[in-house]
């Protein structure tokens, strides 16, 4: 922005800086309760991605009872810890705008509550995201700064015909769920590139759009979170203790929290380390 440029004001005596992509999605973030910034792929690695999102469908049905199971409890249209399948997951876990947003957001300490894949039906499918929530659900208060932060990599772009995230602005500083009228007149569609995440504080109320397109939208989900918060699935207990070993991925995905399962277990922990 040239001085020419710069909007006219007076009486303002602090402002905020937002020099950077992060700052200004992070200021976004508090400001509206969600952003979008470009996550650094390229197209070779979006295609790379892309085929992992396929292998990890196909492994994650063959393991859990097939298409029909899933249907069953509907849970065909999520692919639970992908990162589990395939490494590509795990990278783009740790994807560096991403984690400094969290670090700016939340605090240096933050891990990795869940990874999901999601899928977005074609032909105007019921789709079992297409409710207003939030990702810390039945939870009705407000907090100075987020718990939590879900960032949605957009694997396919997302438009307003697939079926485009949509969210209520500022819904992450009020307690109660707004009204039908906000609602009805207030909500945003958030379209965006492939290859982007949207970034949500996940106090803010959104819901996944009808997908009228030929084509499945697909996405991966992330919910980063202060270490308080239970993850969705015990990261280390389903991964197992040698799925990574490097003492950054061990904080982030939770291995240095994992809840004491006796007093022994606990004071062990508390013992200081050898030299």
């Avoid at 892309?50 to 990890?56: C, G, T």
């Avoid at 039908?180 to 492939?194: G, L, M, R, W």
């Avoid at 970034?199 to 397109?213: A, E, I, K, P, T």
Wanted: glycine share 8%; aromatic share 8%; proline share 6%.
């Amino acid at each position: 922005m040239t001085h020419s440029d710069t909007p006219r004001r007076y009486g303002v005596a602090e402002q905020t800086r937002s020099d950077t992509d992060v700052e200004r999605t992070c200021e976004t973030i508090r400001q509206l309760g969600y952003g979008i910034i470009d996550g650094g792929y390229d197209g070779a690695q979006l295609a790379a991605l892309s085929a992992a999102f396929d292998r990890a469908q196909q492994r994650h049905g063959g393991e859990h009872g097939g298409l029909d199971a899933l249907k069953a409890i509907d849970e065909h249209n999520t692919i639970r810890l992908p990162l589990a399948y395939e490494t590509a997951f795990l990278e783009l876990a740790t994807n560096a705008g991403i984690l400094e947003i969290c670090r700016k957001l939340i605090a240096d300490y933050v891990i990795l509550n869940q990874q999901n894949g999601i899928i977005n039906p074609p032909n105007g499918m019921r789709y079992n995201q297409g409710a207003w929530h939030r990702d810390l659900p039945y939870q009705h208060f407000v907090s100075s700064r987020p718990l939590a932060i879900n960032a949605l990599f957009c694997l396919d772009a997302f438009t307003i015909e697939n079926g485009a995230t949509m969210v209520l602005p500022a819904s992450h500083r009020l307690e109660a769920f707004p009204s039908d009228h906000f609602v009805d007149t207030q909500a945003v569609k958030v379209t965006a590139p492939a290859g982007s995440f949207i970034v949500l504080d996940c106090m803010v109320f959104h819901s996944g759009g009808v997908n009228v397109s030929a084509q499945p939208r697909r996405a991966v989900n992330h919910v980063y979170s202060i270490p308080l918060l239970r993850q969705q699935i015990d990261l280390p207990a389903a991964l197992g203790e040698d799925f990574v070993s490097t003492p950054e991925l061990r904080r982030l995905l939770g291995y240095d929290v994992r809840q004491p399962r006796s007093v022994a277990e606990y004071l062990a922990g508390r013992a200081p380390p050898r030299p």
